[in-house]
C-alpha cells in the first residue's frame, strides 16, 4: 500500500508527536532523560521558555541548557470537550493546564490524576515524564501533595 492510500477516513489515527529541531532539541533530550531543561541566556541569565534562538530580554544567541526544578503552579486550565482532533475524541474531556514554573517561563501541559472539578489556579504541580514512544517523552505534571 502506498503512503497515499494510507490517507483517507480510513487511515489510522496517529497521535501528532514533537519533532525537534536544533531550537529545541535541548529540551527534548532533557524529556528523555527524564530532566526538565530550559534554555537560559549566557549574557543575561534570564531563563526561557520555549526555545528559540535568540534570548528576548537581551536579544542574545549565547543561550544554554540548563536543568530546572520542574516545580510550578497552575496559572490557567480549560476542559476540552470537543470538537477535537479525531486521535483525541477519545480522551475528551480532558485538560491542558498552563503552568508557570518556579523559574518564570509558562509551559502548556496537562495535569495528570486529576479530575476536572479538583484543578485550581495556584496549585502547586511537579513535572512528571511520559516516554511516549522510544523517540519522544513528554513532560506532564502532576499536583504536589502538601505535607500535613
Ligand atoms: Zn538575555
Known amino acids: 500500500m502506498s503512503d497515499d492510500a494510507k490517507l483517507g477516513p480510513s487511515a489510522p489515527l496517529v497521535i501528532p508527536q514533537p519533532v525537534p529541531n536544533p531550537d529545541n532539541a535541548g529540551f527534548w533530550d532533557g524529556c528523555r532523560q527524564h530532566v526538565l531543561c530550559l534554555q537560559s541566556c549566557v549574557r543575561c541569565g534570564a531563563v ?3 526555545p528559540r534562538p535568540a534570548c528576548p530580554h537581551c536579544r542574545s544567541f549565547d543561550g544554554e541548557w540548563r536543568r530546572v526544578s520542574g516545580r510550578g503552579v497552575v496559572y490557567t486550565f480549560t476542559i476540552v470537550h470537543g470538537p477535537t482532533l479525531a486521535v483525541f475524541q477519545e480522551q475528551a474531556p480532558y485538560n491542558v493546564v498552563v503552568v508557570q514554573l518556579a523559574e518564570g517561563p509558562f509551559m ?3 495535569l495528570i490524576d486529576t479530575p476536572a472539578d479538583r484543578i485550581t489556579i495556584g496549585m502547586p ?5 511520559d516516554d511516549v514512544s522510544d523517540t519522544v517523552t513528554l513532560p506532564k505534571f502532576r499536583p504536589v501533595v502538601r505535607q500535613a
Open 48 to 50: 526561557r521558555h520555549p
Open 108 to 110: 502548556v501541559s496537562v
Open 125 to 129: 504541580v511537579e513535572v512528571v515524564f
